[in-house]
């Protein structure tokens, strides 16, 4: 996954829309370590030779130190400094901002493997297929211990934290299999949670998810798991029942009791689901049992998807 | 080029107290001084620790920190507030007798200080053995035979009982390491060690009191007093 | 060198070498001297068991399934390496070694501020070294040396606690000399030696104690929470409860990115003391030199952050940490320019101790600047977690404090044991570690640009290469590194006597005989003049 | 030596306002003053705490340097405490960048 350099590895292929904004910067900064360092070993070389000493007794004579000097070399090194910064934090801003109509992938990391889930069914283990040139983000969470999703050809990299949602996307520029790591160290196998990027064109991509066979959707398992979990009882679309009313909901900003709005996310409905009395809602009674230790992430991301099936404001619709 | 000094000729006067490397009284007075006060930042910071993580999580957890601050008893927490500013106020007046040269004042002074520290230990103790009793120790025995004031979530409330055990118990630990520490002043006051030329260990070691009195001055209010008890 | 006049007094004078014998006149001790020899071997001792993990792990390395150990093995010996070399090594190796030799002497002192709390601070140190090794012994530990939960409190296996414990109470011997050296640097300078006229060794020694005295007791709290967890199965870092393992992060860091500034300012603070002797100069821009060290040290707590960009931690306060991480560069910047041009029209020559200083301001420049990469949030992305991380921390710390610190063992060698080693074989071994180092850690930011994440006991074949050509660097590296303790240890009986001042350098501590008598001076030294006055017509203001 | 000695009035008097201001600091705690509870409770402990610091412990009396080198500890916890509160604080602005579309569809096809 190297691009070689007359036989040598040094450099990795970029094959996402990423990948070659973030080597331009890293080119920049391998050519001012390389002027720097180069500068420096010059300049010392040049007085060790120069000014070697000649005789036992030797004694220079001192030189001041010229003000104008001392600033110099702060300021420009702060300049160079404030240019790479704001390059640097412009380019990471825009590569966490995606474009609308992302497709997406649900990653959940447990030791020491990744399980892979796409909305329409299909589940990979250590394996995620994608097709060329469409936005896909990974939502992504970890049964354990911290793990971190790497795909340095894409250029990108997030941790994979218990308890919390964290989600990265890109777009990948070029087909073929590239690798992917667990970046976080996470335990005896930590090396052995390597897993396949299988980008493909976009008909191979249609090909292989219908090519599993009748599967079951993510929103379809959550519905499933909705009746059998007796959410159904209380969240009743009528709006009679004894908790909120879910159709509609995700993606809209709510009050809690304490004041607090927030907005219907993958994160607040998790919280919702495993620790329902740790926000309460001011016109409902907190009874909701919680749900943890019962279903496990990827059930709780099934769920998810079912509450975001029930629809959505389209938020980026404005823009 | 350094010059050797004619006039220092530190071995002639050695004054009771003086350690060898010092040049006089003065300069080694005024180190350990400033030592205690150099460590008594590293506590800041030590205790500082907790304070920042408390501080997140009750901004995360609202309601199970104030519903765990109104399972504890607030009558015990403010006498144990008083009991340890007496204690403070007994520690000054010690360093204060040490200054005037009083001997039997500094024992006695020293012995009521640790006598109150006692008192606090000893509330600190009944407290504790409540909270066992009632199952509110996380880790050791959670099952929380109360009601949970608000129908606070479970989880919170073990994450405000988890500070209220490290704090308390830290800051008891210091407690308890300041007990042996006044121990030991007593028996030297008592030998007759100290004089207004040399009262150092006495108030470095006040210092210290004065400064786990402080931590608790801060802990009472954040633990026992903002839970919204009106 | 002038050594053979002086041979003869050296050896019949009473120091504090020879002032009293038998383990207990070393043991009980409270002679900064001494305990800094007590460091010395106790240090040593601990590089090389660090050390012997960095070997087996190059080893192991050099198949991509693994060519020695098990990866639960593996993960044990990085592990090792990693909490052997930073709590044990790195940050008491100079302020521990040098520092106590040198501080009292170069204040002209006859002590640290307090004897007794020293020689408690080794006494800490050897306790949790000991706890640290029965660890191993027993099972040894995988958490990584950053002890990152969940995984440390929950899910590993290994003697968490005991290393935690080991980690705990070296924190204390680190807090403990900290204090020793502000205590002793306010209130005990001789005579005239007012705060501009210290020499940068003590400027760098006052802003690293004050990293240890403000940093260490967070890292003690978020050991004993991350033990008490451990423990009782529950506590505040748990997700389990509501809590968040970013937090343990956070406060990790807030010490961790300080302690690298407390591995790596008394190194700076030893260059400044070579250089300038070697090439007869004051240090250029001394003032700016001495204030970048109070910079360095503010400004390392402002930073930690940098260490977080990937785990989900708020954009806005990683943007906040990465303009501050690029500005804690600017005073490593100006040090490394005003070290250069201190060569400026001096009289410069080659012993060992100023091979090993030309060799850090390099190494130093392309540990600093690698470092932008990583202050950069864009590229971080990409290079954290990877080699990269792990070749950029290793020429700072390997290639700045390790130089540094044999720099400064080499330079001082004469005064603490009154002879000289064979310059010629120093020289060598300076070459040698010079080329090894570069060999070993180079290819590391090629493999991490590429993607190899750090911590892997096995890897993809395609990374092997580069995995070979870094173990091969790593074999002249360990011969390098077992040069100088051959010839050193030859010297202490072997050596030629090397009298009270061999290089001609200026400040308090030359002043003295070599060893110095246990008091250090006879008489309490008045200092009349500005540090480093070497040169001929100084001019007095910079 | 050169230890200031304070008056033992200035210590009773001290202890009684302590006193004093823990009772009050209790009694505030059963008021409804909204958030300001919070606020109150915190002021008194540090009016509290600068009386212990500035008369028990005599900062009043000793050297500037000493002064420095306890507001130094307050100066680091605060940058402790600010930095790591603007990262909980600052993580909902933009937990979402915006520009999520519905997700749940199948990638458009060519």
Redo the contacts between chains.
Sequence with gaps: MAEPWFGFPIKPVDASTTASSVDHLYYFLTALTLFFTFFIFMTIFYFMVKYRRRGPGEKPKGTPTPLALEITWTVIPSILCAFVFTWSSSLYFRN?????????VFVVGKQWMWHLQH??GPREINELHV?VG?PV?LTMTSEDVIHDFSIPVFRIKHDVIPGRYA?IWFQATKTGTYHFFCAQYCGAEHSGMIGWVYVMT??D??NW?SGGGKNES??QAGERLFTQLGCITCHVSDGTGRGPVLQGLFGHPVKLRSGET??V?E?YVRQAIVNPNSMPLPNYTPIMPTFQGQINEEQVLQLI?YV??LG?E???KG? | MAEMSASAAHAAEHERGLRHHFED??QQ??AG??GM??F??TE??FF??L??AY??YR??YLPGFEAGSRLLD?KLG?TN??VL??S??T???AV?AA??GKRKALVLFLILTMLLGAVFLGIKYDEYATKWHHGLVPGLKWAPDEEIPGNAPLGSVEMFFCFYFFMTGLHALHMIIGFGIMAVMAAWAWRGKFS????API?VS??YW??V??VW??L???L??????? | MSTAVLEAPAESRVHYLNSNYGIKSWLLTTDHKRIALLYLGSITFMFFIGGAAAVLIRLHLIEPTGALVQPATYNKLFTIHGVVMIFFFLIPSIPAVLGNFLVPMMVGARDLAFPRINLLSWYLYVIGAGLTLYAILTGGVDTGWTFYTPYSSTYAHTQVIATALGVFIAGFSSILTGLNFIVTI?KMRAPGLTWFRMPLFLWAMYATS?IQI?GTP?LAITIVLLAAERLLHVGIFDPAIGGDP??FQ??FW?YSHPAVYIMILPGMGVISEIVACFSRKRVFGYSMVAYSSMAIAVLS??V??HHMFVT??????GL??SVLSFMVAIPSAIKVFNWTATLYKGSISYEAPMLYALGFIGLFTMGGLTGLFLASLATDVHLTGTYFIVAHFHYIMVGGAVMAYLGGIHFWWPKITGRMYPDGWARFAALIIFVGFNLTFFPQFVLGYLGMPRRYAVYPAEFQVLNVMSSAGASILGIGYLIPLIYMIWSIRYGPVAGPNPWGAKGLEWETPSPPPTENFEETPVVTEEAYAYAESESAHG | ???H??P?KI??A??LT??AL??L??G?????LGAY??VV??V??VI??LL??L???HLRY??N??KV??L???F??A???T????????????????????????????
């Design positions: 966490s901002r995606p474009p609308n109509a992302s497709m997406e909305p329409e097709p469409v983000k989600s976009p008909t991509y249609a998810l993510m929103a927030r907005v996310d994160t998807a975001k099936s959505t389209e938020k980026g823009k | 009284m003065e007075h005024e001084n400033l006060w150099v008594l930042v800041i910071m500082g620790g304070f920042a501080a997140i901004s995360l607030v403010a507030t008083a500013i007496g403070s106020l520690m000054a007046l204060h200054q005037t207004p030329g040399y009262y108030e006040g210092l004065h400064f009195d402080i001055i801060f009472f209010p954040l026992y007093l903002i839970g919204g008890r009106y | 306010h004050i403000l967070v970013i937090l956070h406060l807030f707590f402002l930690w952050g989900g931690q708020s954009v806005y306060a906040i940490f | 030596m050169s230890g000695v304070v033992v210590y009773v001290i202890f302590l006193l823990t009772g600091t209790t505030v705690a059963f008021v409804d509870n919070t409770a915190l008194i402990a509290k705490m212990v610091v008369f028990f412990m000793v050297s340097l000493t080198v306890v130094a500890g307050f680091w916890l940058i402790l405490m930095f790591t509160l603007s990262d909980y604080f600052s993580r909902h602005w933009v937990d979402q960048p915006t520009g999520w579309g519905p997700s749940i569809s199948a990638p458009p096809q060519p």
